[in-house]
């Protein structure tokens, strides 16, 4: 495909690779460039940023750990115990692109520290909370301050990372983080939950966000966006009450998709979201400039982080009731036994990162998902006996490879080409197409787990074996479509994330694209 004329192309980016015939100078020099004005400590703000982003990731699984000490010590109901998690993921989703220009304009070192102080000081509350409506109110707070802390985190790697091979493996990090924080929050939660008590899976946020903001004041340099920082107030309502119609629509769909929450709700949310880019598309100052997600290869990379994110989060949250239900697991051995996927995205991250420079974005993007998808359907494979060295372990090592070579590529495509103007827009972005995946995956499967269940108990004789093979039989339902969905995904990354002379991993470095 030609390059447009110049006069066309939006300035969304000031790193564009040389072409072919340019001489090999030129590019050192801006690969000399690019490396004078880098941060000399932006390996120590990688270590800050993914301390916070674990945070944030690994929040979602350890509240799951602990609702069932939590529902019995404040006397929780039913209805109450599901609203701890969808009032976090409510607010986090609908208000994270406002949290994304929050940061471009009031500063992402400085909207860093006061969203994770805030996430501490409202963990800290929802902590010591005696009584329900004290913990939903903690964990709305948290969802707020997430909604701030995320966005701002990912804009200042990729403002201090703008390219070459040290983005690549600063990104890889990141999405390790990004891929294995849930497990690790399940890990986590069950030896505090076991050991120590509900109430340390919230007061844990709080050492960590210490350690973090005494480290990024010295460490993280200052950065926002200049020029025209005016906000977008109708384009800030219609997103965030559209993206918290969706959240909270998919969240009811667990009750039936026919209830009047889900038949109000994500309709709602889908015109208020078609109502926003209206309104966008005519703004001189958008919340979300459309450049961002119009460009093809960011469009699939978007995309893929819906899929995978669906998949991710649907698929764990009913691995962890087979674990604990089925196989009678204590919540300890149930995070264990979820280990070995975080550590096989972990030990590919490192190994991709290394070769992403030779392979390109598009290889492991496309081969990602297939692998994932493998992971998934071996899973299927699961019964009541459960033998977990057979089938369960080979399914977690190739769903953590597969996630692996879809997140470590990922986040270079869905930022690149981004001008530090709208870094803090562009990562609100990608963590809200997550954020909006793990609630529809959650909601997805939560209805096909309901209607397998339902089916298996037809005609059956009421007992524990005929329980328990019918939990199974959900289970393996939801294996099977998270594996769909994520297999979706490969032919998406194969077809629209190819990028053209457009540096995704920065100036002057010699990477392969294609």
Known sequence: MSTPPRSTV???????????ATPPSSAGAASASLKAGANPRRWWLLAIVALAQLTVVLDGTIVNIA??????????????RTWVVTLYSLVFGALLLLG?????????????????????????????????WELLAARGLQGLFAALLAPASLAL???????????????????????????????????????ASWRWCLYVNVPIA??????????????????????????????????GSLVF???????????????????????????????????????LPLRIIVNRVRGGAFLTALLSGAALLGGLLFLTLYFQIVLGYSPIQSGLASLPMTVTIMIGAGLLSRFLPHTGVRIPMTVGPVVGAAGLLW??????????????????ILLGAGLALIFVPLQNVALSGIAEHDAGAASAAVTAMQQVGGSLGTALFTALYTAAVSSYLVGQVPSQAAQFGALVSGYQSVFLWAAIIIFAAAPIAFFLVRPREQDLLGAGAAVHLG
């Open 210 to 243: 210490v350690v973090a903001i005494a480290a990024a004041l010295p460490m993280i340099r200052e950065s926002k966006a200049h020029g025209n920082t005016r906000y977008d107030v109708p384009g800030a309502i219609l997103v965030a009450f559209g993206l």
């Open 10 to 20: 939006p300035p969304e980016s000031a790193n564009t690779i040389e072409s072919p």
């Open 100 to 132: 994304g220009r929050i940061a471009d304009f009031w500063g992402r070192k400085r909207s860093f520290i006061v969203g994770m102080a805030g996430f501490a000081i409202a963990s800290a509350l929802g902590g010591a909370a005696q009584s329900t």
């Open 379 to 396: 899973l299927t494979q699961i019964t009541v006996d459960g033998n977990y060295a057979l089938e369960v372990l080979p399914g977690l």
């Open 67 to 80: 609702l069932p000490q939590a529902q019995i010590a404040l006397g929780m109901s039913d209805g109450d």
């Open 157 to 195: 790697l990729t403002v201090n990372f703008p390219g070459g091979k040290d983005r690549i493996k600063a990104f890889a990090v990141y999405g390790a983080i990004a891929g294995g924080g849930a497990a690790v929050g399940l890990v986590l939660g069950g030896v505090l939950t076991e050991y």
């Open 249 to 287: 629509g998919f969240a009811q769909a667990e009750n039936g998709w026919g209830s009047w929450p889900v038949l109000v709700c994500l309709p709602l949310g889908l015109m208020l979201l078609a109502l926003f880019v209206f309104v966008e598309s005519r703004s001189n100052h958008p919340l």
